[in-house]
């Protein structure tokens, strides 16, 4: 998903997308975030966040704000955060108007529609002692409060409000079933891959009375078993080795075999061998595509609820509207990339030259069809380019420059 940047277009909170949330993340790490916590619960809590009046600058102005550091901010938190939560019926909409979160092993804050007005009620120990102190805010936007709770529910099950399962549930039990057999598999090869040393002796021993002694048989190549009373058929006393034959370990791999093909199946490509076979490109590219038709569609359902929330912060920033149509928010969907052939790089030339593609288009382009580093940005692809340009040597006087016969 992030081979290519997300992609904010936002005249209003692209000033702030690198520094969007309280710990000055950049859009970019949030969203990461965000992915790797819906992939791995389908519950996940995103909003927006202000600075309390306690926190504002004494020289505070529309200007200096964003250097400052007072205005909204994202904020997420993962399932094991979200504690309780209730919905009402405001304006014919069933929306959340109860929330609970913590904050911390000794804070947590609750989120309420008071009379329509957004309240939060902070509740804090201090040293982790002792009652917890508690205080209430007011978010405001320009001196009036909010009629609605800036949070939204991140999950691929839009219709539920409560854990659904996620997309690697499955992945995830199954590697834990090949975590333990593969541990089963190497106590395995540990006790019995080496010989075990044994000596057979026809004699009993005994203790000084006369009573027979047990033996204990610590297993390993490192110690040796005696064995006292007659051999079995065709064993003769003396020292002898007994070969691990192997059946069980090669059950054991078989199994293992089957639980990796079973995460192949589910989506995993990690323990995956890939095949010895060449493929074409069209019939990889179809099969990949097949296998990433659940990523793409919560990819999709992410960079909704981003969006929706990344609005409700340019509007608390001073944009006109809550759905703010000129915030837009997008993350890639082409996983799976294919090289641009020579001949369509030549006709992305051709477009440049005609003026219908810009030079940073035209970079981006050629990025996402291979031909640069995926993590290379244009800002830096330009300024190596244009450092070059300076460092080339001058061009040396011809000989009629120089009158030189």
């Avoid at 704000?65 to 919905?87: K, M, N, Q, S, T």
């Avoid at 069933?94 to 609750?110: I, T, W």
């Amino acid at each position: 998903m992030f081979q290519e940047d997300p992609v904010l277009v936002s005249p209003t909170v692209s000033v702030i997308k690198d520094s969007i949330t309280y710990d000055m993340e950049s859009i970019e790490l949030y969203s990461e975030k965000l992915i790797s916590e819906t992939l791995q619960t389908n519950y996940t809590m995103i909003g927006v966040d202000a600075p309390s009046e306690a926190d504002k600058p004494a020289n505070l102005n529309g200007a200096n704000a964003i250097d400052l550091g007072y205005h909204p901010f994202l904020v997420l938190y993962p399932f094991e955060a979200i504690l309780d939560h209730r919905v009402g019926r405001v304006g014919g909409k069933q929306v959340f108007n109860y929330m609970k979160l913590s904050d911390g092993e000794n804070a947590y804050r609750e989120l309420q529609l008071l009379n329509g007005i957004y309240t939060v009620t902070i509740y804090e120990r201090e040293d982790g002692k002792g009652e917890y102190k508690v205080r209430t805010v007011v978010p405001t936007r320009d001196g009036k409060p909010l009629d609605f709770i800036p949070f939204k529910l991140v999950t691929t099950k839009k219709k539920d409000r409560w854990p659904s399962k996620s997309l690697l549930d499955d992945v995830v039990n199954v590697n834990c079933n090949h975590y333990i057999l593969e541990g089963d598999h190497a106590s395995a090869l540990f006790n019995c891959a080496g010989p075990q040393k044994v000596v057979v002796n026809p004699a009993q021993r005994k203790d000084e009375e006369g009573n027979p002694i047990p033996n204990i048989y610590p297993a390993g190549s490192d110690h040796i078993w005696e064995i006292h009373g007659a051999g079995g058929e065709g064993q003769q006393a003396g020292v002898h080795f007994l070969e691990f034959s192997g059946t069980s370990v090669v059950a054991i791999r078989e199994q293992l075999k089957e639980l990796k093909s079973q995460m192949s199946a589910l989506g995993s490509r990690i323990l995956q061998d890939e095949k010895a076979a060449p493929e074409a490109a069209e019939a990889l590219a179809i099969r990949r595509t097949s296998e990433n038709a659940a990523i793409v569609t919560l990819t999709n359902s992410v960079a909704k609820d981003m969006e929706e929330v990344l609005r409700w912060l340019s509007w608390w920033m001073g944009a006109a509207s809550k759905n703010d149509p000129e915030t837009r928010f997008t993350l890639n969907v082409d996983l799976v990339p294919a090289k641009l052939t020579p001949q369509e790089v030549t006709e992305i030339r051709n477009l440049k030259a005609a003026g219908l593609y810009t030079e940073k288009e035209a970079f981006y382009a050629l990025r996402a069809g291979g031909w640069q580093d995926d993590t290379l940005k244009w800002e830096a692809h330009k300024a190596e380019i244009d450092a070059e340009v300076i460092d080339l040597p001058l061009a040396l006087p011809s000989t009629s420059d120089t009158g030189a016969e």
